[in-house]
């Protein structure tokens, strides 16, 4: 079953301003991955988080692991009409698995 | 040009029918996943397989079934046991090194009639 949490669902944004969106887990967890999802398109890799605290940057995108390592973020600055999609958090189980969030579904008002 | 490939991109069939959907990948990854993706929910994995002629189910393996006779390939035929097939598919594959990134086949959107 799915042992990460992600909120919210949903986010409508306005072009130009910034959200987050949260990846929640009651277990603590090796590591996590952010994936995206273009509309009709397949989940693609963006990053993984290995260490406490870890904070990463990819441009406007900005990703935290928790200290604990139960909990990490997306946060994205100046929102574009390219950031479009669906972004999924991902946790690492044995066995090679990943245990995808729900995902947040981002959509841009220009 | 390497990558996964899975075909058709759209499926059409009749309740009660098996179906088989293709998962090719030329990146010599170990490792083959396939996930279920519906409306609104995350990727749900049906089975994963790590090596040749093994696999291992996943969270949601009931009516589903699964070969791994070569590395590059991983068939899921959806039988007719699957109580709501009709959803989008997504194989992925990956190495077993590394960070564990997975890198995810354009999807077969599925319809059962």
């Known amino acids: 079953g799915q042992q990460v949490m992600q909120i919210p669902q949903y986010q409508h944004v306005q072009e130009g301003e910034d959200f987050t969106t949260y990846c929640n887990s009651s277990t603590t967890l090796s590591n996590i991955q952010w994936y995206k999802q273009r509309p009709g398109g397949h989940p693609v890799f963006l990053i993984q988080?290995?260490?406490?605290?870890e904070v990463k940057k990819q441009k406007r995108l900005t990703f935290q692991f928790g200290e604990a390592k139960k909990n990490s973020s997306l946060h994205i600055t100046a929102t574009q009409t390219t950031d479009v999609g669906t972004y999924f958090c991902?946790?690492?189980?044995?066995?090679?698995?990943?245990?995808f969030g729900a995902g947040t579904t981002v959509t841009v008002r220009a | 040009d390497g990558g996964i490939t899975q075909s058709p991109k759209y499926l059409f069939r009749k309740e009660g029918q098996n179906v088989t959907l293709s998962c090719e990948q030329n990146?010599?990854?170990?490792?083959m996943y396939w996930y279920r993706q519906d409306p609104g929910q995350g990727l749900r994995l049906i089975y994963y397989s790590q090596i040749v002629n093994d696999f291992q189910k996943g969270d949601i393996a009931e009516g589903y079934s699964v070969s791994r006779e070569k590395k590059e390939s991983f068939p899921l035929t959806v039988t007719s046991a699957q109580k709501n097939p009709t959803a989008f598919y997504l194989c992925a594959s990956r190495i077993l090194a590394g960070s564990g990134e997975q890198f995810f086949g354009p999807g077969t959107r599925l319809t059962v009639l």
């Open positions: 990146l010599n990854h170990d490792a």
């Open positions: 988080l290995v260490k406490s605290g």
């Open positions: 991902a946790a690492n189980l044995n066995d090679y698995k990943l245990s």
